[in-house]
């Protein structure tokens, strides 16, 4: 047995360069092969992003998306709306366990050709690519904004775009500004027409637009973390690549910190690049309420530091 000794540093500063957004990394692959000729640079070391890169990039077969839900979803919407021949989209044992129906159902009465091939309202599905017929729907605003995201992308395909309500508090609101953020950094018509509402109109993605995917902002929040644990009142940490009009809704971790004695400053680097600086500073509250429906991925590392 291996035994390991963990101590926190008496000094905490440096530069780190922080993994690339999961979240935008699989937008932009879907958006990118959507669009015929996008290459996103920078995008994410991770199973998740891998998996659906091999589901977009194989010429036939059955696709294994293992456990990553996000390929499961954002790839069932795209074979269902795209012309390609049938598909059989599988995973895990674990993930053949998951629900999948809201979304299948929402797609089929927009006009998807999709089939359980086992347990009804479960993968694996068999999916018949076509283009959709589109319309209007209505969804639980409580459905996983990644279902929503899933129908959004691949709505300017659709003959008659897509309306979408939703019904409900909506959750995880920032998921879904982001994914409009970025279908509209490449051409698409999507937005918010009403405070539950979504429209997308009919239409093509350019392919002729570069696109670099930003850091993980989630990944920052554990060095905004050790800044406000740290004893080190000169302690200066710099992360590489973030800036502040990000569209990940976690980018709220900075307004957050700032409670617990994390200062940040936003500034460019002498090559360009956009960074910022998070130093140490006195503690404005000795006790944080706080929803984080908006930032789920937020939620562990605020536990850790406010219990510290």
């Keep these: 047995m291996t035994t ?24 932009a692959l879907i958006i990118g092969a959507l669009a015929g000729n996008i290459t996103a640079k920078g995008l994410s070391d991770c199973d998740d ?3 659906l890169h091999k589901a977009l990039t194989q010429p036939a077969g059955e696709i294994d998306i293992m456990a990553a839900g996000t390929a499961m979803r954002f790839s069932t919407a795209y074979f269902a709306a795209t012309s390609s021949p049938a598909r059989i989209i599988t995973g895990t044992a674990r993930m053949r366990q998951r629900p999948i129906s809201l979304l299948v159902e929402a797609l089929r009465s927009l006009g998807a ?63 879904i500004d982001m994914t409009l953020k970025l279908m509209r950094h490449f051409g698409a018509q999507a937005d918010w027409t009403a405070e539950t509402t979504l429209e997308v109109k009919p239409g093509t993605y350019r392919h002729d637009v570069a696109f670099a995917v930003e850091p993980d902002w989630s ?13 080190d009142k ?50 404005r509250i000795t006790y944080m309420k706080q929803n984080f429906v908006d930032c789920p991925d937020l939620a562990q590392t605020f536990v850790v530091t406010c219990a510290m």
């Design 219 to 231: 990944a920052a929040s554990y060095w905004y973390e050790m800044m406000a644990l740290t004893s």
């Design 113 to 175: 050709d999709i089939a359980y091939m086992e347990t009804e309202g479960f993968p694996p599905l068999r999916v018949r690519g076509r283009q959709l017929e589109g319309g209007t729907l209505s969804l639980p605003a409580t459905v996983s904004s990644q279902y929503i995201s899933a129908l959004l992308m691949v709505a300017p395909l659709m003959h008659r775009g897509l309306r979408l309500h939703l019904e409900g508090e909506i959750a995880s609101r920032p998921y």
């Design 49 to 51: 992003t891998r998996v």
């Design 234 to 283: 000169d302690a200066e940490i710099i992360l590489k690549g973030l800036f502040a009009d990000s569209p990940q809704g976690d980018a709220g971790v900075c307004t957050l910190f700032e409670q617990l004695g994390v200062h940040t400053d936003f500034f460019h680097h002498e090559d360009g690049t956009p960074c910022i600086r998070l130093t140490k500073q006195p503690a």
């Design 4 to 27: 390991y000794g963990i101590t926190f540093p008496n000094k905490l500063r440096g530069t780190i360069a922080l993994p690339a957004s999961k979240s935008i990394s699989a937008r």
